[in-house]
């Protein structure tokens, strides 16, 4: 099974051009049934649905969540597709199994408020207070994930147009900036970004402080510093930023075909959770406006 593997992580990474994350959660998930069937003494080309179910079993024992087991299965089921396809197995052994069912949880958002506060918080009279002031600016401005921000190149921008190029596993989608952002911006690569890096040929258009580019985790970390800052008790990660992001969009009317396509999603459904949101404001405008409310 372990060459079968290695070939279809090699068609998913090459064929496919799946991001890295999704790459590492697709390994992680396939590297784990392969050793529950080598434990099992199991050949992978015989199983069966109620190996299949055993193994759902056994990932229930060891206290593994619906989303993961569910995400667990659809990495299985598209494995085996694939061997079908290459004609190296037979049948599919998920055929026929269901995902457990995941219970929904609305997005963590924060209030245009909180909003204000987190952005405010970088005061731009260095360096680093500019980058931060930029970054922080640019991820509530355009709702991209924090891959996608930090594996963006200066050239990725258009500063005169005022939009941002955002490429993602072989797609490619424009987002507007907004003005606060596009100043921000403009501040940080003119005022800033030329004195942190050390190399003139490092093209990353966020770096850190020693002019590399920026990761994950510094990312993160900065907007866990700025959210201290702010006093603000809610969990705050760059995916809070993209939920804000989309959820004021559609408060204040944005369409939501628009807002599907900045986000990047390949499927409305995935942006329809933010309707929620919208339907709890005009809940609260009906409350107050009609007369038997």
Not at 180 to 186: G, H, I, P, R, T
């Given at each position: 099974m372990e060459k079968q593997l290695k070939q279809f992580f090699e068609f998913l990474e090459f064929g496919k051009k799946l991001s890295n994350n999704t790459l590492q959660s697709y390994k992680r998930d396939l590297k784990q049934f392969e050793a529950f069937i080598n434990e099992n003494k199991k050949n992978y080309n015989k199983l069966k649905q109620e190996d299949i179910r055993e193994?759902?079993?056994?990932?229930?024992?060891?206290?593994?969540?619906?989303?993961?087991?569910?995400?667990?299965?659809?990495?299985?089921?598209?494995?085996?597709?694939?061997?079908?396809?290459?004609r190296k197995v037979k049948t599919d052994p998920t055929e026929g199994i269901k995902s457990?069912?995941?219970?929904?949880?609305?997005?963590?958002?924060?209030?245009s408020k909180e909003i204000e506060l987190l952005l405010e918080q970088p005061k731009g009279v260095d360096l680093k207070g500019i980058r931060d002031k930029a970054m922080l600016e640019f991820a509530y401005a355009t709702g991209m994930r924090v891959t996608e921000i930090?594996?963006?190149?200066?050239?990725?921008?258009?500063?005169?147009?005022?939009?941002?190029?955002?490429?993602?596993a072989g797609k490619q989608r424009t987002i507007p900036l907004g003005a606060m952002s596009l100043k921000a911006l403009k501040?940080?690569?003119?005022?800033?970004?030329?004195?942190?890096?050390?190399?003139?040929?490092?093209?990353?258009?966020?770096?850190?402080?020693?002019?590399?580019?920026?990761?994950?985790?510094?990312?993160?970390?900065?907007i866990k510093y700025y959210k201290e800052q702010a006093h603000i008790t809610?969990?705050?990660?760059?995916?809070?930023?993209?939920?804000?992001?989309?959820?004021?969009?559609?408060?204040?009317?944005?369409?939501?075909?628009?807002?599907?396509?900045?986000?990047?999603?390949?499927?409305?459904?995935?942006?329809?959770?933010?309707?929620?949101?919208?339907?709890?404001?005009?809940k609260n405008v009906y409350k107050k406006a009609h007369p038997r409310a």
């Amino acid at each position: 099974m372990e060459k079968q593997l290695k070939q279809f992580f090699e068609f998913l990474e090459f064929g496919k051009k799946l991001s890295n994350n999704t790459l590492q959660s697709y390994k992680r998930d396939l590297k784990q049934f392969e050793a529950f069937i080598n434990e099992n003494k199991k050949n992978y080309n015989k199983l069966k649905q109620e190996d299949i179910r055993e193994y759902i079993k056994y990932l229930h024992e060891n206290g593994k969540k619906a989303s993961t087991i569910s995400r667990g299965i659809a990495s299985i089921r598209s494995f085996y597709q694939y061997e079908l396809k290459n004609r190296k197995v037979k049948t599919d052994p998920t055929e026929g199994i269901k995902s457990p069912k995941i219970e929904k949880r609305l997005p963590s958002v924060l209030t245009s408020k909180e909003i204000e506060l987190l952005l405010e918080q970088p005061k731009g009279v260095d360096l680093k207070g500019i980058r931060d002031k930029a970054m922080l600016e640019f991820a509530y401005a355009t709702g991209m994930r924090v891959t996608e921000i930090i594996s963006l190149n200066v050239e990725d921008v258009n500063l005169e147009e005022g939009f941002v190029l955002c490429r993602n596993a072989g797609k490619q989608r424009t987002i507007p900036l907004g003005a606060m952002s596009l100043k921000a911006l403009k501040a940080y690569i003119e005022e800033a970004r030329d004195f942190l890096i050390k190399d003139e040929n490092e093209n990353a258009l966020f770096v850190n402080i020693n002019g590399k580019r920026l990761t994950r985790q510094g990312f993160w970390k900065i907007i866990k510093y700025y959210k201290e800052q702010a006093h603000i008790t809610k969990d705050i990660t760059p995916h809070v930023l993209r939920h804000s992001f989309a959820t004021h969009l559609l408060q204040n009317g944005a369409d939501l075909k628009a807002i599907q396509s900045m986000l990047g999603h390949s499927d409305i459904s995935s942006t329809q959770i933010y309707m929620q949101f919208q339907n709890e404001g005009i809940k609260n405008v009906y409350k107050k406006a009609h007369p038997r409310a």
